[in-house]
């Protein structure tokens, strides 16, 4: 029996769906293998724990609060006071250290010189700073929920850079130019907001890290290593991520932001922030906002832009 051109085409159609379908089965499969992956690791490393304060049923009895500019600027304010408060107990070492000064010449008991005790003070100190983790690294829910006013996850350097004098320390921000954050948001479309385990993936895949008080920190090198370009928290208050249970956990937003001065490169730091929040969004299915959570236009963009190019310029003009 021959075919029509007809017929071929129904053929042709009938075999287009079956095909569409079949890939619409396998990207199914794939999301629901991923899901109980990460879900198996969470519960490897913490069985059952408390559910999260920012989970997104809390909403609507008004439990949670959105994070905004203000919230960022009173960290860094608190982060300025906690290194002012350290200066006082490494001075304290330093005196202490003086009187072993004097006897560095001393010979040991074998007839060798002796090595000076306040070096190997400073040696051994430094090799238990480089051993031991960095302080609040993998924070658990729990752990940030205790103490929800330290939100010093600004601070990216490790024990070893914080030590350096602010003579050797490059980029210091000059007593009279503030500090600025920039932000934006990402909101989801639909009610139910973005899953826990979607933003663990998405954001992995964007190279950042989970580290200080529980936020995702994009760095200037591979691995989470050199000072922090950008970093992603919660949109609702306190603002944290609970590793341990994001595929418990939703939330309606995410908050993007950069302090500046603190990147190497502050434009870049600024384009690579808008450039994830971008494939965030996409991948997301959410809507990239300004700081106000308004639309995001190009005159925003370029005013924010151009507030950058100012501080780069002031930061000359007091170099100079």
């Keep these: 029996m ?47 724990g408390e559910p999260d304060i920012a989970v997104f049923r809390e909403l609507p009895n008004g439990g949670a609060r959105v994070v905004h500019r203000s919230d960022l600027l009173d960290a860094q304010a608190q982060h300025k006071a906690s290194d ?22 001393r010979p040991s008991a074998d007839g060798t010189p002796g090595e000076p005790r306040a070096t190997r003070g400073r040696a051994a100190r430094k090799r238990t700073a480089k051993a031991e983790p960095p302080d609040d690294g993998l924070v658990s829910g729990l752990s940030s929920r205790d103490e929800p006013e330290n939100l010093d996850w600004l601070d990216a350097l490790d024990a070893e850079e914080r030590e350096l004098s602010a003579s050797e320390e490059p980029g210091r921000l000059p007593r009279d130019v503030q500090p600025e954050v920039f932000m934006l948001n990402v909101v989801a479309r639909e009610p139910e907001g973005f899953r826990g385990d979607e933003i663990l993936h ?32 919660n949109m609702m208050q306190p603002g944290v991520f609970d590793i341990d249970n994001m595929s418990d956990f939703s939330t309606p937003g995410l908050v993007f932001f950069v302090t500046l001065p603190g990147p190497a490169d502050m434009m870049q730091a600024f384009d690579y922030m808008l450039e994830t929040a971008q494939t965030v969004a996409h991948n997301l299915k959410g809507d990239v906002l300004d700081e106000t959570r308004s639309a995001l236009t190009r005159q925003t963009l370029e005013h924010s832009r151009q507030q950058i190019r100012d501080l780069e310029r002031r930061m000359l003009a007091h170099a100079r």
């Excluded at 954001?203 to 970093?231: K, N, T, V, Y």
């Design 2 to 48: 021959d075919l029509t051109i007809r017929d071929w085409m129904v053929i042709a159609g009938v075999l287009l769906i079956l095909a569409v379908l079949l890939d619409a089965w396998r990207r199914v499969r794939n999301e629901r293998r991923a899901a109980v992956r990460i879900k198996l690791v969470g519960e490897e490393g913490e069985g059952t």
């Design 84 to 105: 002012a408060g350290a200066v006082s107990p490494q001075a304290s070492d330093a005196t202490d250290e003086q009187p072993a000064n004097a006897a560095a010449g």
């Design 202 to 233: 998405i954001l992995l895949a964007c190279d950042l890290r989970f580290g200080d008080m529980s936020f995702f920190h994009r760095h200037e090198q591979e691995a989470g290593r050199g000072p922090i370009q950008f970093s992603v928290a």
